[in-house]
Nanobody, 122 residues
Framework: QVQLVESGGGLVQAGGSLRLSCAAS????????MAWFRQAPGKEREFVAA????????NYADSVKGRFTISRDNARNMVNLQMNSLKPEDTAIYYC???????????????WGQGTQVTVSS
């Protein structure tokens, strides 16, 4: 079992930045690919970014490439999502997730956090 707790969400103006963090506990953190997903009102949950167990490989949705950066600290059992140049369409609940699979956009997580709200005003 892995427990995931997100933090760092909030309200920001378009063009601004936010940094989301996810603290993991339970089974060894470095065992898992880590990912971020998001779900906007009335839409399905979608992949945002993923990072390999070592942190050397990352994958991003086209909609966030060049604006978002995923990183991890295996010593602290943390994964982060730095979000820059935010747009109103980035408004969603953001979920941290852990998976056994490689870090690609088709990843199917085994564990989920409870989510953190990000709201970008225009």
């Amino acid at each position: 079992q892995v427990q995931l707790v997100e933090s760092g969400g909030g309200l920001v103006q378009a063009g601004g930045s936010l940094r989301l963090s996810c603290a993991a506990s339970g089974r060894p953190f470095s065992t898992y690919t880590m990912a971020w997903f998001r779900q906007a009102p009335g839409k399905e949950r979608e992949f945002v970014a993923a990072i390999s167990r070592s942190g050397f490989s990352t994958n991003y949705a086209d909609s966030v490439k060049g604006r978002f950066t995923i990183s991890r600290d295996n010593a602290r059992n943390m994964v982060n999502l730095q979000m820059n140049s935010l747009k109103p369409e980035d408004t969603a609940i953001y979920y941290c997730a852990a998976a056994i699979q490689p870090p690609n956009s088709a990843i199917k997580p085994d564990y989920w956090g409870q989510g953190t709200q990000v709201t970008v005003s225009s």
